[in-house]
């Protein structure tokens, strides 16, 4: 079993930024992969930006170039540090944690506002 708890989210103005953390109960040594989603009222659950654990990242469309993923072995957390927000990137931003079991866990996610 693995605790996933995010923390950062907030209200901002476009053009801002914030940084997203994603803490989990163990270390993140073990796991296959980690994620952000992000799921805006109405609309279905997305992927934002993904880190596997050889380093690889994959980031949606949407995001490239102004947000960034990475990871910190040590304090068993991931970050998302997302610049140049935009209103449309308004919606609650979930951690995806993924063993190498092949196994899933989820936060229970963060609000993040723009504003215009």
């Known amino acids: 079993q693995v605790q996933v708890m995010e923390s950062g989210g907030g209200l901002v103005q476009a053009g801002g930024s914030l940084r997203l953390s994603c803490a989990a109960s163990r270390s993140i040594n073990s796991m296959n992969v980690m994620g952000w989603y992000r799921q805006a009222p109405g609309k279905q659950r997305e992927l934002v930006a993904r880190i596997f654990s050889g380093g690889t990242t994959n980031y949606a469309d949407s995001v490239k170039g102004r947000f960034t993923i990475s990871r910190d072995n040590s304090k068993n957390t991931v970050y998302l540090q997302m610049n140049s927000l935009k209103p449309e990137d308004t919606a609650v931003y979930y951690c995806?944690?993924?063993?190498?079991?092949?196994?899933?866990?989820w936060g229970q996610g963060t609000q993040v506002t723009v504003s215009s």
């Open positions: 995806n944690v993924v063993t190498n079991q092949i196994v899933a866990y």
